[in-house]
């Protein structure tokens, strides 16, 4: 077992060189593109297409706005709350910035590249959460036809899918790059 004489010591692994952190960032991405704010991707697709069919008050559409009547509370997040988890988690984003990009340690740098989209992602699906329940209450509430309201929240949810995509491609590309360079840079680990 190696010596460890520091915190720093402690905290510098090989993180780039190990099989289970590029398994952790494939496993992640993969399973955040398999749902929409927790709404499976097969019921948006169902929906869309009953909609593209005509079906504008099918069965599936329903089903979407009933997904979103369970998922959205989940979501919600008070000023305080926001403002509270934003301070924190962009302290030890930055710290993690300044441990790795600073202090060159290998763990701090593969853990912020591992964390920093998802913390976009975070405030992104937030966003999309304030945008679409609106929309469900207007439905709820006969204020807005069904037919007009998911296909309203069909449209915001498809593209906030096709972002995550994007993100994911270029998170797990620029993730890629930074190992490989680390890995030409430091050949035996130091």
């Given at each position: 077992?190696?010596?460890?004489?520091?915190?720093?010591?402690?905290?510098?692994?090989?993180?780039?060189?190990?099989?289970?952190?590029?398994?952790?960032?494939?496993?992640?991405?993969?399973?955040?593109?398999?749902?929409?704010?927790?709404?499976?991707?097969?019921?948006?697709?169902?929906?869309?297409?009953?909609?593209?069919?005509?079906?504008?008050?099918?069965?599936?559409?329903?089903?979407?706005?009933?997904?979103?009547?369970?998922?959205?509370?989940?979501?919600?997040?008070?000023?305080?709350?926001?403002?509270?988890?934003?301070?924190?988690?962009?302290?030890?984003?930055?710290?993690?910035?300044?441990?790795?990009f600073v202090f060159?340690?290998?763990?701090?740098q593969a853990m912020?590249?591992?964390?920093?989209?998802?913390?976009?992602?975070?405030?992104?699906?937030?966003?999309?959460?304030?945008?679409?329940?609106?929309?469900?209450?207007?439905?709820?509430?006969?204020?807005?036809?069904?037919?007009?309201?998911?296909?309203?929240?069909?449209?915001?949810?498809?593209?906030?899918?096709?972002?995550?995509?994007?993100?994911?491609?270029?998170?797990?590309?620029?993730?890629?790059?930074?190992?490989?360079?680390?890995?030409?840079?430091?050949?035996?680990?130091?």
């Open positions: 077992m190696p010596q460890v004489n520091s915190l720093i010591g402690l905290l510098d692994s090989r993180s780039f060189m190990t099989i289970w952190y590029w398994l952790a960032l494939v496993g992640m991405w993969s399973a955040t593109g398999r749902s929409v704010l927790g709404v499976p991707t097969e019921v948006l697709t169902r929906a869309r297409t009953a909609q593209a069919a005509g079906q504008a008050e099918g069965a599936a559409v329903i089903l979407l706005l009933d997904w979103l009547s369970l998922v959205l509370p989940r979501w919600r997040l008070g000023t305080r709350e926001g403002a509270l988890f934003l301070a924190v988690t962009s302290f030890l984003l930055t710290s993690l910035a300044v441990l790795g060159w340690l290998e763990l701090a912020l590249l591992l964390l920093l989209p998802f913390w976009l992602l975070f405030w992104m699906r937030i966003r999309l959460a304030r945008r679409l329940v609106p929309l469900v209450e207007a439905a709820q509430d006969d204020r807005m036809e069904l037919s007009q309201a998911a296909a309203r929240v069909a449209h915001l949810m498809v593209r906030h899918r096709r972002w995550v995509t994007l993100m994911s491609m270029v998170a797990v590309a620029l993730t890629v790059l930074w190992g490989t360079l680390w890995a030409v840079m430091h050949p035996n680990g130091l």
